[in-house]
Nanobody, 124 residues
Framework: QVQLVESGGGLVQAGGSLRLSCAASGFTFSNYAMGWFRQAPGKEREFVAAISWSGGSTYYADSVKGRFTVSRDNAKSTVDLQMNSLKPEDTAVYYC?????????????????WGQGTQVTVSS
């Protein structure tokens, strides 16, 4: 069955770094664009970053541009999110998602598969 499993979340001080990873299985990974979203308590799920099928194109929310980097390894069926210069407002549950038809979609409704999420907490 389809699985997306995130890892790498945790507690970090402001200014620190974390690297999230998402391992995919149960579908042809290279046929899917991948995205990262986050959801803070009481807020809607929001787009963070996305990467095209081949990895040649990347997309970022303005709030993370220059601090976060998304990458993928199609041979390993993984997608990573390197997060630097973290801020308290980056605190959220982070989800990876797979999109069969759209590359770089900012809308969670276009994504077909979702992981269970990993908590990122940034202390001030």
């Amino acid at each position: 069955q389809v699985q997306l499993v995130e890892s790498g979340g945790g507690l970090v001080q402001a200014g620190g770094s974390l690297r999230l990873s998402c391992a995919a299985s149960g579908f042809t990974f290279s046929n899917y664009a991948m995205g990262w979203f986050r959801q803070a308590p009481g807020k809607e799920r929001e787009f963070v970053a996305a990467i095209s099928w081949s990895g040649g194109s990347t997309y970022y929310a303005d709030s993370v541009k220059g601090r976060f980097t998304v990458s993928r390894d199609n041979a390993k069926s993984t997608v990573d999110l390197q997060m630097n210069s973290l801020k308290p407002e980056d605190t959220a549950v982070y989800y990876c998602a797979a999109d069969r038809y759209y590359s770089g979609s900012y809308s969670p409704t276009t994504y077909n598969y979702w992981g269970q999420g990993t908590q990122v907490t940034v202390s001030s």
